[in-house]
């Protein structure tokens, strides 16, 4: 799990790095994603949400963070921390295989899943979120 989370930071920190010149945070996209699973499927369902979630970090410049958590007391219930550079990231995002397979492999196992939008109060922060687990 550590090594989940330094990959996760170091590729939020060289995306934002690389993109600090091109990519104002107004043109950033970001959500929270809420999904509740059926239970018979919590396993297969982590599974395949783990390697989607590191496929699209490791694959997708514009996708700075797919972050999936669950609930400690209702591990049937995740939220996903969403943010990319882009509305158009967003949407290359949606087409990619990894993310094809993963809607395609979990629709029958999501009991509900909602989409929040949300909007950045300090986006010039963001490089720092993962810097101190060095």
Do not use: C, W
Request: aromatic letters at 8%; a neutral charge; charged letters at 20%.
């Amino acid at each position: 799990m550590r090594t989940f989370f330094l990959i996760l930071a170091l590729a939020l920190m060289t995306h934002l790095a690389v993109n600090a010149q091109t990519t104002p945070s107004s043109t950033m996209m970001v959500r929270i994603a809420e999904i509740e699973i059926d239970s018979t499927y919590l396993e297969e369902y982590m599974a395949i949400l783990k390697e989607e979630s590191s496929m699209s970090i490791k694959m997708e410049t514009g996708v700075i963070s797919i972050f999936p958590m669950f609930q400690k007391e209702h591990p049937t219930t995740f939220r996903l921390l969403e943010i990319y550079a882009s509305r158009e990231a967003y949407e290359a995002h949606l087409k990619t295989p990894h993310f094809l397979h993963y809607k395609k492999a979990t629709l029958h196992m999501v009991k509900s899943l909602k989409l929040v939008e949300m909007s950045t109060l300090d986006a010039k922060s963001m490089p720092l979120i993962f810097s101190k687990m060095k």
